[in-house]
């Protein structure tokens, strides 16, 4: 079945450049994103790339999509203690609406 | 984007017990979702809600524990019946726009003792 897969924690300093990584197993994912949750928040949508892109850039974030290796990442430039939340990636199989998310990445910035 | 909101905002209930929440979207939306996400885990698809027909359950969920109504194209509830402890977790709706793109109501966080 699908499965989504990120790393637990990531520390950074402030004003360092974060890269969040994700694989996923569906070959057929036609759309992936990155949402941020903060403390006590609901999902918040960051980005979204399609599956047919290999990089996507949108202010401090960029997206980069390893179709081959199924291997996503969210890097974000001059990481701000604002940054600090929980990022998750998700994907859209081909056959369906559902998303899939991953485990979710915790990232500390330290000041 | 999308403008969700969710009531209650959070809720601390008894054992056996239900609660119905509440999904309200600024917008008429053909597709909208409700997921859980348990303490520190991820977010898992409970069902879609579509607009005049039965709701679709993910395996795992069934209809007599989480019932869904979905009476317009800008609202839509689910009820967590008879609950247990193991049902303590954040329930969020989301809806689907352009671009397929999923936006997320601000979640439900419930306690149940």
């Known amino acids: 079945g699908e499965d989504v897969e990120q790393s637990l924690f990531l520390s950074v300093r402030e004003g360092d450049s974060s890269v969040i990584n994700c694989t996923y197993t569906?070959?057929?994912?036609?759309?992936l994103y990155w949402y941020k949750q903060e403390p006590g928040a609901g999902l918040q949508l960051l980005t979204y790339?399609?599956?047919?892109?290999d990089m996507k850039q949108d202010q401090r974030l960029t997206v980069l999509l390893n179709k081959k290796d199924k291997h996503l990442s969210l890097r974000i430039a001059d990481t701000q203690t604002g940054d600090s939340a929980i990022y998750f990636c998700a994907e859209k199989g081909g056959a369906t609406n559902k998303l899939i998310f991953g485990t979710g990445t915790l990232l500390a910035v330290q000041p | 984007s999308a403008v969700i909101s969710q009531k209650p905002s959070r809720d601390i209930c008894q054992r056996g017990t239900s609660l119905t929440i509440q999904c309200q979207v600024d917008s008429q939306v053909t597709m909208m979702f409700w997921y859980r996400q348990q303490p520190g885990q991820s977010l898992t698809l409970i069902a879609t809600?579509?607009?005049?027909?039965?709701?679709?359950?993910e395996s795992g969920f069934v209809i007599d524990k989480f019932p869904i109504s979905r009476p317009n194209l800008t609202f839509s509830t689910l009820t967590v019946s008879n609950m247990s402890p193991e049902d303590s977790s954040i329930y969020l709706c989301s809806v689907e726009r352009e671009q397929e793109t999923q936006y997320f109501g601000p979640g439900t966080r419930l306690l149940v003792l």
């Open positions: 809600a579509n607009q005049g027909s039965e709701a679709t359950y």
């Open positions: 790339i399609f599956s047919n892109m």
């Open positions: 569906d070959s057929s994912s036609t759309y």
